[in-house]
């Protein structure tokens, strides 16, 4: 599995962006997929989560009601969509394919495949 993840950039506090990630595998709905960051000195943390037919998602409490992860199946993508940005949103920001328990889903050891990460920088 190849995870391309794009539409990163810079904004400023208030505004919004949406990554997106394309996967090339056949097997695309078989996966949960997940969105992590990782800001410079910290750790990857877990951003969004969403089931591999759409129907359950999950959200770090820093972000809900901000951000909104979606995807199509029919083209292997995921999204996120980010609104109402806050400088501590800066991060790198990464896709990623699981087939573990949903409730695991927020792990980051549980993810198999990982895309090459999209830098997401909000100023003041």
């Known amino acids: 599995v190849q995870l391309q993840a794009s539409g990163g950039g810079v904004v400023q506090a208030g505004g919004s962006l949406r990554l997106s990630c394309a996967a090339s595998?056949?097997?695309?709905?078989?996966?949960?997929m997940g969105w992590f960051r990782q800001a410079p000195g910290k750790e990857r943390e877990f951003v969004a989560a969403i089931s591999r037919n759409g129907g359950s998602t999950l959200y770090a409490d820093s972000v809900k009601g901000r951000l909104t992860i979606s995807r199509d199946n029919a083209k292997n993508a995921v999204n996120l969509q980010m609104n109402s940005l806050k400088p501590e949103d800066t991060a790198v920001y990464f896709c990623?394919?699981?087939?573990?328990?949903?409730?695991?889903?927020?792990?980051?050891?549980?993810?198999?495949?990982w895309g090459q990460g999209t830098q997401v920088t909000v100023s003041s």
């Open positions: 990623a394919a699981t087939r573990t328990v949903w409730g695991r889903v927020m792990d980051t050891t549980q993810y198999y495949y």
């Open positions: 595998v056949r097997t695309f709905s078989t996966y949960a």
